[in-house]
């Protein structure tokens, strides 16, 4: 799906991804050179990829509501940011309505959205964040900060009854690396810098931030504080919870702040307050965070294991271990199964396992359709990276792995932020493909994933579908690790009501199953039904409560997280 004619902002320099999909226009998806993909998608959930998508729906085609915001409000703001930078387009109100879910691209796909931001803004600095904030106070205005617009749990749609004007406050122009204290290793960074803008600006210096989650590529610092974010390296490198140390936050005739200071016992802590708030207590305009010295050495190697089991008790004992990976993650059968056939003919783990590795672990008595795919990172020194290398190879010894060695790593490192572009391929061909996440203690995980497996497979069944559920163990901690499933099916005329069904059974079997709502993708509208049955009814009261005294006028991305 393209309409090259279309994807113009008025605005040419902050990067927006397609208004209908995920990235930027010409890349996508395709299948013709991976001879096992077709075959799966087959037998997973039946469908015929080759059979060609319908022709895509023209953005002229969009119904777009009218913008209510006022001639002279905009005018206001216009004085405030410049000529230029205020925006009432369609384009520019569509692409920044929704984020990137499944529910989402649904929705703008049809053609027919219910509301929109009425203006978009486009601040260069704090001090422009700030008078954007009290013209909006002023105003008694909606506002919705906006990073990439990768967000995944509904955190950047108005709500359809908002009758305020509503200004999606694009933080895309504050991108800069301000200044790094290298005695410290800390870095003042503006919020709207992309992950591969500020990581390169890092690396210039010898610095890396560490923090690479699947959206990196057009997703924000902003963005990943407002969801309390985690990047496939957080092993290693900690949460952005970890990450994030000091803060600038614009709110109603003042900023609040928070000092980069290594520990603090300072009352409850704010800066945790603000850290997955989701826009509902201000503007994030800059973070100071933790940085580090570039790796001497990165290397992601690849290892399987005879099962599911193995798989996840590696992953444990590794957690216990003296070993500190960047990465440990494992899959489960049916996304090992999914990686092969999403291989090249001649590249990858698929490769050699029709060359003969299939054969020889036969011959050591594994079922090859239960193996499931790891993969362990390292970094550091030489000496380091061998080291740790050497314990990991001894716990996957121990719980009957094997290693593959370094090529199926570098085809993950390549191709780690490409997944979401699958998703649009497949909805292209009716189709809907999502993902869930939770995290649980060790002991909880096993009985988790079976729960959650047979919850999404009765919800098949209530719907009358064949469906496909996977997944992978990543985010290794003291006591527990987080479990990423991906579940997808072909839809009917109704998609979103299947996909409620579905949704709606994955998401309770994770608290059933005495796991999250969610670990790094935030709450926004999706996940917020079950939020009270996560932190406990008191837990939700007193955080609306806070929403309510920090922001008692509903200035600030009003009802995300929870109802109010």
């Known amino acids: 799906m393209t309409d090259a004619t279309q994807l113009t902002s008025a605005i040419d320099d902050v990067k927006h991804m397609k208004w209908w999909g995920w990235g930027v226009d010409g890349v996508g998806f395709h299948h013709h050179d991976k001879p096992g993909f077709a075959p799966f998608v087959q037998m997973a959930v039946g469908l015929d990829v ?19 915001a006022s001639g002279e409000f905009v005018q206001q703001l216009e004085r405030i940011v410049g000529e230029g930078r205020v925006s009432t387009a369609r384009l520019d109100r569509v692409v920044h309505t929704f984020g990137k879910s499944l529910r989402d691209l649904v929705r703008v796909r049809s053609g027919r959205l219910e509301r929109t931001p009425d203006v978009v803004v486009y601040p260069a600095d704090e001090a422009e964040v700030q008078g954007i904030v009290d013209a909006a106070a ?27 004007t509503v200004i999606s406050l694009d933080l895309g122009r504050l991108n800069r690396v301000i200044d790094i204290d290298e005695e410290s290793g800390l870095a003042r960074i503006q919020a ?7 990581e390169a600006q890092l690396v210039a210096r010898g610095w890396t931030l560490g923090h690479f989650p699947d959206s990196f590529t057009h997703s924000t610092l902003g963005g990943w504080v407002a969801t309390r974010s985690s990047g496939m390296q957080s092993d290693k490198y900690g949460d952005i919870a970890d990450i994030a140390r000091g803060l600038r936050v614009v709110r109603p005739g003042a900023v609040l702040v928070i000092r980069a200071i290594p520990s603090a016992s300072t009352g409850p802590n704010v800066r945790e307050m603000i850290v997955g708030s989701e826009g509902r207590l201000g503007v994030i305009t800059e973070v100071t965070v933790q940085v580090h010295r570039t790796p001497q050495k990165r290397v992601v190697l690849a290892y399987l294991f005879p099962n599911w089991e193995a798989g996840l008790a590696a992953m444990h004992a590794i957690s216990e271990s003296d070993a500190a990976p960047s990465i440990t993650r494992v899959s489960d059968a049916r996304e090992t199964g999914f990686s092969f056939a999403t291989g090249k003919e001649s590249k990858g783990i698929s490769g050699l396992v029709t060359k003969g590795l299939g054969k020889y672990l036969t011959a050591r008595g594994w079922d090859t359709d239960k193996m499931c795919l790891s993969f362990i990172g390292y970094e550091g020194s030489d000496s380091h990276v061998a080291r740790q290398q050497k314990l990991v190879g001894r716990i996957v010894k121990k719980h009957g792995g094997i290693g593959v060695g370094k090529g199926p790593g570098v085809l993950y490192d390549q191709k780690k932020f490409d997944t979401p572009y699958l998703r649009d391929f497949l909805l292209d061909r009716g189709a809907a493909a999502d993902v869930s996440e939770t995290a649980a203690p060790w002991s909880r995980l096993l009985p988790l994933y079976n729960e959650v497996v047979a919850s999404a497979n009765r919800a098949f069944d209530e719907i009358g579908i064949k469906g496909w559920i996977m997944a992978h163990l990543s985010h290794s901690y003291h006591s527990g690790a987080c479990l990423y499933f991906t579940f ?62 920090a922001d008692p006028n509903r200035t600030f991305n009003p009802g995300k997280i929870t109802a109010r």
């Open 138 to 164: 002023d105003a008694d205005a909606v506002i919705i900060p906006f990073g990439g617009g990768s967000n995944i749990v509904g955190s950047l749609e108005p709500h359809a009854q908002e009758s305020r």
């Open 488 to 549: 997808a099916f072909v839809h009917g005329e109704n998609a979103l009501a299947q996909y409620d069904v579905v949704k709606g059974a994955i998401q309770q079997a994770f608290i059933d199953a005495g796991g999250t709502i969610s670990h790094h993708h935030g709450v926004g509208l999706e996940h917020a039904p079950w939020l009270a049955q996560d932190i406990s009814v008191e837990g939700a009261t007193v955080m609306q409560s806070l929403f309510d005294a």
């Open 192 to 198: 709207g810098a992309l992950g591969p803008d500020l």
């Open 50 to 68: 080759n059979e060609p998508a319908p022709d895509p729906m023209s953005f002229d085609d969009v119904e777009v509501p009218a913008s209510t």
